[in-house]
């Protein structure tokens, strides 16, 4: 099933509502093939070889050095690609992981039998990371991979035998700033007309997550817990980074442009507010700890660094790149040259273009009223702090793509 067109969606609450229904169809099957547990507990997760998964993978093999590690890797890439995942982002490469090559889109994946019930008898957490980020492409494209899967996942989980815990990777993306008002886990859809396809296909996704767990039947066969992942950016670590994250991909067309406005007319970030990927892993591999009975089930996990646009400007040039300082009316017309689809600032061409400020796409809803979380808190209710970026982590980014020739 694919999901309607954005212009064809009247009521995105609907929307959630009809997958819900096709999800609670698939667990009366599921649950009455429940397999027997055996002693080989392991571990599930999907989207393994993206930048976060490739992270968690890493943090959660370290972490349970006992259990095995099944990462999830889209069939159209061979099982290398997950070593040249680790050997990409510097990784060391876990012995105690197994890769799969699955399609995330189909109800059982596209495994086989027998890898399904080996699976079925030993898996104790899901990691559901696997996602497609895109600005333009909408909803119905989005579907598949972003809500789609996601069924998938639950009603596998469904056929478990372990009441296995399934953690959503979801996002802060389609989290209205300034919201106020609603339940943590209630976020409203009225903004979603305007919105792009990703957040309202990662809207519809958190939904179903959330209106499962208030599902009695659901819940007899598995836990959810969702944690909405702000901005994410390079490692603090060693400074890998993805090149398709918002972060980078304003860092690499400021280099590229050469060029900066400081007119406040001109709709580009002052401050640059992020989420490190290493840390963003340790918070995921805390959630098979936590005790859903004390703790709720939808955390908000936001920037922990921010750094201003003048800062880098100023190392940018520190480091013989030159930045050029122009009005808006150019700044514009600059922008407005851009048709290379491959160019960093391209999918934000059209934000970069308005004359009116608005929230910038580089800043994750700090404003919203919704608590942010941290894993030193044993509650889970402690505000992350907004630390200053250093130096030191600007140049371990810089080194990074200079390495992997992305600059």
Known sequence: MRGLGRLEVVSWEEEALKCLKILTERIKTSASKRNTSNSS???????????VGTFLVHALANKYKDLKVFCMVRRDKDKTKMLESFSFYELSVPSNIVTLDVDITQVHFGLGESTLEELRANTMYIYHCAAHVSGIQP??????INVGALLNILGFACGCANKPRVVHVSTMGFVPSGLAGCSQEDIPHSHLA????????????????VLARRNSEIMKN?????????VVSPAFSNGACNQKDAFINFLLGLIKEGVVSWDDSVNIPKELKATPVDFVAN???????????KTPCVYNLSYTYSVSVQQIVKWLELRNFSIKSIGAREFRMKVREISDSTHPWYPYKAKFLTVVPENSQF???NESKLPIYTPESVTWGVKCRDTQMSEEAFDKIMKFLT?????
């Open 194 to 209: 305007l919105s792009s396809g990703y957040n309202q296909s990662k809207w519809v996704a958190d939904r179903v997550a």
């Open 139 to 144: 909803y119905s494209q989005l579907y598949d």
């Open 283 to 293: 918070v995921l591999s805390f959630a098979s700890d936590m005790n859903l009975d």
């Open 363 to 365: 800043e994750v809803s």
């Open 403 to 407: 390495t992997h020739n992305l600059l």
């Open 41 to 51: 507990p392991c571990i599930v997760v999907t989207g393994a070889n993206g930048f």
């Open 222 to 230: 598995m836990e959810i817990t969702i944690l909405r992942v702000g």
